[in-house]
């Protein structure tokens, strides 16, 4: 007789512990800061120790949005941009200072000791500005205090200038609020960065094709732009965007030239050009890398050897003589063959076809002799020179020698 089965397994499920939920309690973070710092404001350097200690204490990961409306503001930010009331302000906040440069850079210098120290805080700076800019007109004279603080916070890389664009709403930019504010944050970056590298922070933040948008609607004008920076004091602004405002005539430009080199004739470039010229006073060394650029990026270039070589010489004989109307001196000559050898370095296709693009603008008159003879024996770029010059040497030896028998026919007609 066989022994009966034995008993199934028992499996006794283990119920999953629930994760406790605490409560968010931004005014009691509030008050539990306040009870740590000192209530005397010439104790800034107790005050910055002090938050330096108590970060786990208080849990500024948790908090970190309120935390920063505390060191700025001073306290609370209600819906609509209202400072709460609470047991007391912060009197090291940003808003407590004096409106100086010194007094708003020492509360700065605090924030930037704790994002040092405590990474995670940058993101949480980031969160606070972008809601705290879309009140900047409920402020009053603490908006100043404000743009100051943030035009520092962006030179010393702790915020991005992106959170600029925060202020695009219809009500600031209206009334102006966006604009004054923005000429403040430039204002307080310029102290310790020059204008370029605010372009370069601009363009970084994808602000560079935006900013007109901060100026009121039928104040967008070069002229007001102009008039309002140089008011402000910021002349260095007023060239940013007059430079600014060209590039995007000039990409406009080249735009229309793309379309023409494609369906219209060398008439019709040649025309469109010298409007243009005449409209935004430019000069030959403005236009002449404007039509190089659309012409190479109109044609569908060939990966062949081969047909890159017939596709060159067709282009350049059709559109030559447009580059010949406006390469008039020899400063403008030798542009464009550094255009030539800049695009011949950069793009490996047209390696080996550098003589050939010379050789083209010259039968078309768009580059002398002298200018050919001049960058062959020192006025190369740097791009590929050796390689370059080494492909011209018969065709300078063969321009060299036409001149030597121009020379002597000229001797014997004497």
């Known amino acids: 007789m066989s022994a009966p089965p034995a008993p199934a397994p028992q499996f006794k499920l283990k119920q999953r512990k629930r994760e406790a939920v605490t409560k968010h309690e931004p005014e009691a973070f509030r008050d539990a800061l306040l009870k740590i710092i000192p209530e005397n ?20 990961k948790r908090y ?32 407590a200072a004096e409106d100086s440069k010194e007094a708003v850079r020492a509360r700065v210098d605090i924030m930037n000791r704790l994002i040092r120290r405590y990474k995670y805080l940058e993101r949480r700076l980031e969160e606070c500005m972008s809601h705290l800019l879309q009140y900047v007109n409920k402020f009053g004279d603490n908006t100043n205090k404000l743009a100051r603080a943030t035009g520092r916070l962006i030179s010393m890389q702790l915020l991005s200038i992106s959170v600029l664009g925060n202020m695009m709403k219809e009500h ?25 590298q605010l372009s370069m922070a601009i363009k970084k933040g994808g602000l560079d094709t935006k900013l007109l948008e901060f100026f009121p609607p039928g104040k967008r004008e070069a002229e007001y732009v102009a008039r309002h920076f140089e008011t402000e004091g910021l002349k260095p602004l007023v060239e940013y965007f007059n430079k600014k405002q060209q590039s995007v005539v000039k990409e406009q430009v080249k735009e229309r030239l793309f379309q023409i080199f494609v369906e219209g004739t060398p008439q019709e470039a040649a025309t469109y050009i010298k409007q243009q010229m005449s409209a935004n006073s430019w000069t030959e060394g403005d236009v002449v890398p404007i039509i190089w650029e659309a012409l190479i990026s109109s044609t569908e270039w060939s990966t062949r050897p081969e047909q890159l070589e ?14 010949a109307v406006f390469c008039t001196s020899a400063k403008t000559e030798l542009s464009l063959i550094l255009l030539a050898q800049q695009l011949a370095y950069q793009d490996g296709r047209f390696q080996k076809h550098f003589r050939s693009i010379i050789k083209g603008l010259y039968d078309e008159d768009a ?43 000229e001797e014997d007609d004497e």
């Open 41 to 60: 404001a010439d104790e800034i350097e107790k005050y910055a120790s002090l938050l330096e200690l108590n970060e786990s204490k208080l849990d500024y």
């Open 64 to 95: 970190g949005e309120s935390f920063f409306e505390f060191l700025i503001v001073g306290g609370l930010i209600a819906p609509g941009g209202v400072i709460e009331d609470g047991p007391r302000k912060n009197p090291f906040s940003i808003f």
């Open 172 to 196: 600031l930019v209206k009334d102006g609020a966006a604009l004054q504010f923005v000429t403040g944050v430039f204002r307080s970056y310029l102290e310790d960065h020059t204008i370029d």
């Open 310 to 323: 017939g596709q060159i010489k067709s282009i350049l004989k059709t559109w030559g003589k447009v580059l």
């Open 367 to 409: 580059v002398s002799e002298s200018a050919i003879v001049y960058w062959y024996e020192k006025g190369a770029g740097a791009q590929g020179k050796t390689l370059f010059v080494k492909q011209m040497e018969p065709f300078v030896a063969w321009l060299k020698s036409q001149e030597d028998e121009e020379e002597e026919g």
